[in-house]
């Protein structure tokens, strides 16, 4: 079978986002170095990868517009080469409320690749689901490689060299796509960008039923996620007593069954319908979160894992549902606008699960999230038995 340049076009955007999630889950496994060095507390670095995730979201529908404008290609250029820089700063930062307005700004520039690509790939693919699915292991693959990357050079070295590790990643697949990636043709390059934000065609487009049933799902799933992909180390190590490595390896084994699991999830959707993944996946996610504060040994924490890796792949089957609800004209801004409503609301899961630890540790705030996912899969099933048509 020969390779296809639409097969070169899903494997660059999969390492483009490789390199934009690596930036921020190397993060991750060193907060507690973070929080020892600049003398804060859990809430205080869950505010700053709060404002993080925030940037990241309100990022997504200008982005959209931007692609639109200028094409696909110089957008997700931008959101490569910033990644890597606004690391770099980050690693430098000479004081916490540096390290908070850096951490924005990574987020900003970071947010501008996952919907512009996932538009790039709507022009190249009918499987849309199957593709986004692949698009989307560029994910949890970086969450595969850097924890357990930043925990080691973090040990040895000190939390600055790994967060300075993106650079390694990030210049190698700039020069890649600049390189492969045919300039790809405005949608709209004759529009004035100030048409795109009216508020009466926002309005519009977030007032259908399907989409704000389907944005009030992604917003808890994604409140969730968020709550994990900041803290889940930490609470290997406060929880579970881990070590740093331990918990970083533990955080590795999650990002392995997401990575698995976007790839199916994706593929599922266009077989057996959205919701049925969407709902399944969010199933396993409150099964594995009840089970990691149940747990007491490691067997019962690994299948904890496993279960908690598949809740955190529904977005595999999410945005190819939002993205069926779209005119073709609609998808770049349409859904980048939806991609910062869910990611702006969801990005408060890092305060809010450092907030809910600091007040009343680290069981109680997993049970909490816990409890969110089962809130979602009630949701879905209810639709699905009443044929509500949302």
Known sequence: MRWQYRSTVLVLCLLAFFVTYFARM?????IPFIVDDFAVSNTQIGFALSGMWLAYGLSQFPSGVLGDRY???RVILVAVGGTSIASLLLALSPAFPAFVVLAVLLGAVAGLHYAVATTLLSRTYDELGRAVGIHSIGGPL????????????????GWRPALALVLGVGLPVFALFAWQIRPTEPRRPEQPMRDRFELAALVDLLSRPAIVFTLAVAMLGTFIVQGLLTFLPTFFVAYHDYSATAAGTAFSAFFVVRTVGQFFLGDLSDRIGRDIAIGGSMLAGAIGLFGLVGARSRVTVAAAVVLAGLGSSFFAALDPRFLDQFETAERGAGFGLVRTVYTVVGAAGSVGV??????????PSFL?????????????????AFDLGY
């Open 26 to 30: 190397a993060i991750s496994p060193v």
């Open 71 to 73: 094409g696909e290609k």
């Open 142 to 157: 970086a969450g595969l490689v850097a924890p357990v990357a930043a925990a080691w050079v973090g040990v040895r070295f």
């Open 354 to 363: 450092g907030l809910l630890a600091d007040l009343f540790g680290w069981g």
């Open 368 to 384: 909490v999230l816990a409890g969110l996912f089962s809130i979602t899969v009630l949701a879905l099933g209810v639709n699905r």
